[in-house]
Structure formats: structure tokens, C-alpha cells
């Protein structure tokens, strides 16, 4: 194990983070201003990558297609938060789990029944298909630095957004004190519509980047729905700040437990329990991390609501 191969993990790690980062800043904003506990966001994932993926088979191009992705989950998530979220916002979260859970089954069965169940393999763009030689020895794929570039980019404009806007003052009054920001005369309804298709945005955004780097299919909202609520709750309900944080923290603990664990555990047990032992404990990292954060800090790292 060298210098170079630790220096690459560090860096599907950083990407991976900002993914996750992409899809938990809108759910933590949509809960910790909303309330409202949105199980479906990874469906928005999903979709992003879906219709990414055919925008840019049938096109060629994939900026058209990750705009394409936007703007059609947009959409989407604004009828879905018109017709059903919306008489969610005082119920109970029970209530809301079990409605989005509905909605989870029913975007899976609607993918199916347009694209089918077979996985698709969207492609990656043909001037980003090679490597990029950052340094001697280091041949680095283009496609995923464009991912790290993009999800910085995103985050830096969210942050500027959410600190620097009279939006931004309007989001974070709501996510540190949703009734006092009613009576001081806050649209809380239209906070609420602009927060959802912000997240619905950054959900699609992220699923239509990753899917060229990972298998686009039904069910893969669900999958990434787990580290992405891991992160929200280590970073603090509502917080972008905690949010950004916390995915770079789960994204470079998870790359490193599924890239260094398994070699260090056969250096020292039997091959044949390290290869059982090694991914189990790589895959429970991520929770490992968060019941220490949660020990030392039982609201996370940068709660929105002091």
C-alpha cells in the first residue's frame, strides 16, 4: 500500500462525499424546516439518473441531459409536493413515513413500467472517458474530477445561497425557528414549495453525475437514502453547514474502511475470515462514525435549532 493508492482513495472519497452531499443537503434542509420526514427523496435521486441517462443516449449530449434530469425531477417533485407532501406538513412522522414509503413503491413500479428492470449502463461523456495525469504515477479518471469540480461548485453556491440571500435569510429562519418566522410574516408556504424543488434539484443533479459511475437502476434511491440520512444526522437536522461536513466525513470513512480494511485484516487473520470479516466491518464504518459523534454531540455537529 503506497502513497499513491491512499492519495486515490482519499479522492473517491472526497467525491463520493460531495454526492452525498448533493442528495443530504436537501433532505436536511426539506426536514429540519419542513419537518417532514421525506423517505421518497431518493426516488428524486433516481430519477435524475434515469432520465439523465436517457436524455444522453438519445442526444449525445450530457450537459443537455444532466439539465434535462434537473428540470424534469424538478417537475415532478413539484406536482408530487402540490398533490401529496403538502397534506403531510402536520401530520404526524408516522404519517410521513408511511406515505413516502408509498411513493417509493410507486416511482419503482413507474420506473419499471417505462424503462423497464434491466440495469442501464449510462455512459460516460466521450472527453471525459480518459484518464487525467495529476502527478507522476497517478493517472486519475477526467469524469471523476468532474465530480469532485461540480459538487464543490454546488456547494459553494448553496452556501452563498442560503448565507448571502434574503432567500437564504428566509430558509435559515425557518429551519432555526419555523413558527417564530410565521409570525414575523415569512410565506412559509412558499419557503416550503422552494425548498422541496431545491432538494428535488440537487437530488436529480446528483443522481444524473453519478450515473455513469454506477449502475442505474430500480431501487438505487433507496440504497443511497441510507448514508445520506447517516449524514444529515451527523452533520445536525437542518444544517448545510453540518451537511457538507458530515458527507465528506462518511465519504472518505467509507472509501478508506472498503479500501484499507480488508488488506490490514488478512495481514493478520487467515485469508479466509478476513474476506468475510473485512467488508462487514468496512460496510458498518459509516455507523461506527456516527454512534461517536452522537455520543460526544447527541444533536451533530452543527444543529440548526440550538
Known sequence: MDAIFVF???????????????????????????????????SLYMAGAYVAARVHEASGSFAGAVLAAVLVTVAVAAVLELLVVRHLYRRDHL??????FGIILIADDAVKAIWGVAPLMASTPAALAGPVQLFEGLPYPAYRLLLIGAGLLVALGLYLLVNNTRVGMLVRAGASNRQMAEFMGVRVGAVFSFVFALGAGLAALAGALMAPISSVQVGMGEAILIPALVVIVIGGIGSVRGAFVAALLVG??????????????RAVLPPSVAADLGPALAGIAMYVLMAAVLTLKPAGLFPARA
Not at 442528495?23 to 423517505?39: K, R
Not at 472518505?252 to 485484516?265: C, E, I, N, S
Open 8 to 42: 486515490e482513495q482519499l479522492l473517491n472519497g472526497l467525491g463520493y462525499g460531495l454526492m452525498l452531499f448533493l442528495i443530504a443537503a436537501g433532505l436536511t434542509l426539506v426536514f429540519g424546516i419542513m419537518d417532514t420526514m421525506n423517505l421518497a427523496h431518493g
Open 252 to 265: 472518505l470513512v467509507d472509501t478508506a474502511g472498503r479500501a484499507f480494511l480488508p488488506p490490514a485484516l
Open 95 to 100: 404519517v410521513q413515513v408511511l406515505a413516502t
